[in-house]
């Protein structure tokens, strides 16, 4: 969020705040900036993941730090007077209305420093093997460093 | 402890030129670097899942200078530089560091390198990568294996970071010729050294971003509302001024059928 409006708000970097909308509300950490419009909030999409998904580690940022901002959207539109649910979508397109949610912002308390919701991490699934602590990607058939090969892509560019 | 290849007239100098006026760190340059490489001869650039970090010969840093309106966002690329003076090189105790004497790349061969870490100690720009993997010292090549690849066509011989940049704000060639393509570019655009006075002449350029647009011409007035009325009247006005000029109207005029429209969607998008 804007620094300026996050001053107003008495918050710094890392500080929690609740985000609540006419749906929900999340908890997160806060990052200020200056090149957001004061009255705008932002995060990326999807930044965030529950523990253990993607094959990820329980204790990974994308589970601890990242958070989604899905809780705080709804399909529909707040009630109109008779009733009537909108869709929350683009009148013209039909896409899906991500970018002008109306929030609250409060700072959290002290003993609040964590993103909500949070869920139990999940377990890998049966059969999966275990997550490596090095990734080697196009490590070919290398298998020792001092192994060295010719350049293979030289050779399969040469023949196609 | 290494010797430079002897400088002579004329030598070309490969390198890179990077704009910061239109790098919008997309990040494209560091994913393509390490999809060439890690099935290169360098590869593979392993990523060690405790560190949350791996081998990358390419890294951008985003940056926010200024306050206020005055703020801006700078994306800035880092990667070898390919220096006339690397001290990288002339610090590596076996060799395995060198200065190509025929365009200036620095590359590290990693048959002799025993990892001793010297050259990233050196390296004031922080291009050195080791990979603790392979327990050898990795940089850039300025993709030396694809710029001289006979089996590629003769538009894709150029580095993978270049070729990549969907903002074209990376530039390669020879910065040793004055009228080669790039050098005209930094001379046109004040491209500059990074770190000048650390005295290792680096060869790659950055070119600074321009100054800031203010007032209603890009919007940053919050005062002025933006709407397709405005939009309508603006290219009206235009269209007068290229009625005069004899030149085609680019819209019909405010009175015309197309601001009717468009008064009407602006209508009707503002429920």
């Known amino acids: ?160 | 402890m290494t010797c430079l290849p002897a400088p002579f007239p004329g030598q070309k100098k490969l390198g890179l030129v990077i704009d910061l006026d239109t790098c919008v760190g997309c990040h494209a340059c560091a994913v393509n670097c390490k999809e060439w490489n890690a099935s290169g001869h360098s590869g593979p650039l392993s990523d060690f899942e405790a560190k949350s970090d791996g081998v990358w010969f390419n890294r951008v840093h985003t940056y926010e200078a200024g306050e206020g309106e005055a703020s801006r966002t700078v994306h800035f690329p880092r990667s070898c530089l390919h220096c006339e003076e690397p001290a990288c090189v002339t610090v590596c105790p076996t060799g395995a560091s060198y200065k190509r004497a025929e365009d200036g790349i620095v590359l590290v061969n990693a048959d002799t390198c025993i990892g001793c870490k010297l050259c990233s100690w050196a390296c004031p720009y922080g291009a050195r990568e080791f990979d603790e993997d392979d327990g050898v010292m990795k940089k850039c090549t300025l993709c030396v294996d694809k710029i001289y690849n006979e089996n590629l066509p003769e538009e894709d011989r150029q580095p993978a970071c270049v070729a990549t940049c969907p903002a074209s704000a990376r530039h390669f060639g020879d910065l040793g010729d004055p009228n080669s393509k790039v050098s005209k570019l930094v001379a046109e655009r004040g491209g500059y050294d990074l770190m000048p006075e650390m005295g290792y002449k680096p060869v790659n350029k950055y070119l600074p971003p321009r100054p800031k647009k203010t007032g209603a011409s890009c919007g940053s007035k919050a005062s002025e509302e933006f709407s397709l009325i405005d939009l309508a009247e603006r290219r009206a006005a235009k269209d007068e001024i290229a009625v005069k000029t004899g030149a085609e109207p680019t819209l019909a005029k405010a009175d015309g059928k197309g601001a009717a429209f468009l008064r009407w969607a602006d209508r009707v998008l503002s429920r």
């Open chain 1, 1 to 160: 969020m804007n620094r300026a409006t996050a001053e107003k708000h008495g918050l710094v970097d890392g500080d929690f705040v609740w985000v609540t909308s006419h749906h929900s509300r999340i908890k997160v950490p806060v990052r200020t900036m200056e090149g957001v419009n004061p009255n705008t909030v932002w995060t990326w999409n999807a930044i965030g993941k529950r523990k253990g998904a993607w094959n990820l580690p329980k204790d990974a940022p994308e589970g601890e730090q990242g958070f989604l901002l899905n809780h705080t959207i709804s399909e529909l539109l707040p009630p109109e007077k008779d009733g009537y649910r909108y869709s929350n979508s683009d009148p013209v397109t039909g896409q899906a209305a991500w970018y002008d949610l109306r929030v609250r912002i409060e700072k959290a308390a002290e003993t609040e420093q964590a993103c909500d919701p949070s869920f139990p991490p999940l377990e890998r699934p049966p059969g999966m093997p275990d997550r490596p602590d090095v990734l080697r990607f196009e490590a070919g058939g290398r298998k020792q460093p001092w192994d060295r090969r010719p350049d293979p892509r030289a050779g399969r560019r040469a023949a196609s």
